[in-house]
């Protein structure tokens, strides 16, 4: 079970931390990782981390040096740092799970609920 948090409004520049906690399951076994869907857009992949120490991330284009992707074995959670907040980074986001890497920024097949970001000019 995974539940998202962190979500609100916020003007364009600022910064915002979401956080997941998971629960079930060996936390440190799974590549994680964060989806956003606009209004009226389909689900896009934000960013993943890699299972274990998480040594590996990967980033969509668009918020690459922008956001930060980290988590937190010891307390089964994960963390998404958006900093330089733009209009465009409005969304619902969503925390994911996946045994696979690759798979977590794709389909991965657990889900936690949404949390809203809105950003505003």
């Known amino acids: 079970q995974l539940q998202a948090s962190g979500g609100g409004l916020v003007q364009a520049g600022g910064s915002l931390r979401l956080s997941c906690a998971a629960s079930g399951g060996t936390f440190s076994n799974y590549a994680v990782g964060w989806f956003r869907q606009a209004p009226g857009k389909g689900r896009e992949f934000v960013a993943a981390?890699?299972?274990?120490?998480?040594?590996?991330?990967s980033y969509a284009n668009s918020v690459k040096g922008r956001f930060t992707i980290s988590r937190d074995n010891a307390k089964n959670t994960m963390s998404l740092q958006m900093n330089s907040l733009k209009p465009e980074d409005t969304a619902v986001y969503y925390c994911a799970l996946d045994l696979s890497f690759t798979v977590v920024q794709t389909a991965p097949h657990y889900w936690g609920q949404g949390t809203q970001v809105t950003v505003s000019s």
């Open positions: 981390i890699n299972s274990k120490s998480g040594g590996i991330t």
